[in-house]
Structures are given as structure tokens and as C-alpha cells.
């Protein structure tokens, strides 16, 4: 790999920057400072200092956002904004895009990385990944609606949901709830309480398997997970 891509991919500077950097000697590999920009290195191999601070090579970003209302979680579509447009300069030149999907105005967690194999590992609907959603609920939801859930839907379309964990968190004209599902059908939560005569008027989802979103996380906010996180995601 070129010396001034490696750089840039480990988020050091931009691909000129990073050119510039090398040029004025900044930049060490193997204890070598007279380098060019296009001097290939073996990015698992080699022993990188920029400033004589050691550089940390990674092809892969995982980053947990917490969607906002208003953002797409789509790739660019029209000119509605979209949660790429929250990315971080810093995070800019990684190809990353949101693995799932959230509706315009669903807020909360949201996964971004430019791992395709993560993504389709997690989003593959063979492998039945829980996810959980807090909503709030115009109407009382009621025992008869956790049973209910707990052997599936029937969805506008006809479609028998797989079963649900649905658990009551508040009672009232609005109540809270957070649903768990293993599934994600087109507006699926939504799709669910309407199918029980029952309106979602907030939907955030906090889960995804047993990947919490941070609460100290604020929203239109984004941060890398630990190793410990991206193994929470999948195992
Ligand atoms: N279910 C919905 O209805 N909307 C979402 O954004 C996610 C799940």
C-alpha cells in the first residue's frame, strides 16, 4: 500500500495532507524518514511513526451514533439530509455507511462502518439478531398486547410476525414500552402496535444484540466502539 494512503486511512490527515507530512519528514517507517509518498509499505508489517508517535493501523471502523430525528439512515438519496452528513472529519475518508436501517424519524442507534462482512453478518435475517426499541405508545398497551406480541403480529400485509418480546415500562394514555424483535420488516414496530389498534408517536432504538447504545452518547453524536462492544454485537 502507498505510504500517503496508509495515512490517511488510519485517519492521521486527509490524502494531501498526509503527502505533505511525509515530505517534510514527519514521517518514520522502520526508523527511515527520507520517504516519498508513493513508497509502498505492508501496512501489517511495518513499524509507522508520524512525529515519532507509533501510528495504528486499521482498515475497519465501527462507529455507534445516535441517529437524530430528521437524518436518513440511507446512502444519498435527494437532498434530504442523511446520517453520513453527521460523520466527524476525522472519520470522513473511511467508506463507511449505516448498517440497517432506521426510519426518518426513529432516533437512537445506529451502527456505521465500512466492515461489509460485519454488516451483512448481522443484518443476515437468518441469524434472527435481537433488537430492542423503546417507544412511546398513544394508548393504554395492555397484558392482552404482551401475550399477543409474544406470538407474533399479523401485519397489514398479511405477514405473521415472528414472536416478540414486548415489556410495559408505563401504563397511561401514553405508554412506554420496549420491544425486543428478531426481525426488521419495513416499519416493522410501527407496523406491529398498528396491528393492535395502536399508534407509535416516539420510537428510539437502545439494543442491538446485547450492544447497548450509550446514554452519556448525545444525540446527532457519534464515538468508535471497543473490541469489546463490536464482540457484543455479534456474540
Ligand atoms: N421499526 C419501525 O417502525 N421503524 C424503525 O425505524 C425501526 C423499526
Known amino acids: 500500500?502507498?505510504?500517503d494512503k496508509y495515512l490517511a486511512d488510519c485517519g492521521i490527515a486527509s490524502r494531501s495532507e498526509s503527502k505533505k507530512l511525509i515530505k517534510?519528514?514527519?514521517?518514520?517507517?522502520?526508523g527511515i524518514h527520507n520517504l516519498r509518498p508513493e513508497t509502498q509499505i505492508d501496512p501489517e508489517a511495518v513499524a509507522v511513526t508520524v512525529r515519532g508517535v507509533p501510528v495504528r493501523y486499521r482498515r475497519f471502523v465501527y462507529l455507534m451514533l445516535n441517529k437524530p430525528q430528521g437524518y436518513l439512515s440511507s446512502t444519498r438519496?435527494?437532498?434530504q439530509p442523511i446520517v453520513l452528513d453527521l460523520v466527524p472529519e476525522e472519520f470522513r475518508h473511511f467508506d463507511l455507511f449505516p448498517a440497517g436501517r432506521l426510519d426518518?424519524?426513529?432516533?437512537?442507534?445506529?451502527?456505521?462502518?465500512?466492515?461489509?462482512?460485519?454488516?451483512h453478518r448481522i443484518l443476515s435475517p437468518a441469524r434472527h439478531i435481537p433488537k430492542t426499541y423503546y417507544a412511546k405508545i398513544k394508548g393504554k398497551v395492555t397484558p392482552e398486547d404482551v401475550q399477543h406480541f409474544s406470538q407474533g403480529v399479523i401485519l397489514d400485509d398479511g405477514y405473521l410476525t415472528k414472536p416478540a418480546q414486548l415489556e410495559v415500562l408505563t401504563y397511561g394514555?401514553?405508554?412506554e414500552i420496549a420491544l425486543t424483535?428478531?426481525?426488521?420488516?419495513?416499519?416493522?414496530?410501527?407496523?406491529?402496535?398498528?396491528?393492535?389498534?395502536?399508534?407509535v408517536i416516539y420510537l428510539k432504538r437502545?439494543?442491538?444484540?446485547?450492544?447497548e447504545l450509550d446514554p452519556a452518547?448525545?444525540?446527532?453524536?457519534?464515538?468508535?466502539?471497543?473490541?469489546?462492544?463490536i464482540s457484543r454485537l455479534e456474540g
Not at 104 to 119: M, P, R, V, W
Open 1 to 3: 500500500m502507498r505510504l
Open 24 to 30: 517534510s519528514g514527519n514521517v518514520q517507517v522502520a
Open 77 to 79: 438519496d435527494g437532498r
Open 104 to 119: 426518518i424519524d426513529t432516533e437512537g442507534l445506529c451502527l456505521l462502518t465500512n466492515d461489509g462482512q460485519l454488516a
Open 173 to 175: 394514555e401514553v405508554s
Open 181 to 199: 424483535i428478531t426481525e426488521g420488516k419495513f416499519h416493522q414496530v410501527k407496523r406491529m402496535f398498528l396491528a393492535v389498534g395502536k399508534e
Open 206 to 211: 437502545i439494543r442491538m444484540n446485547r450492544l
Open 217 to 229: 452518547l448525545p444525540l446527532g453524536k457519534m464515538r468508535e466502539l471497543t473490541e469489546e462492544e
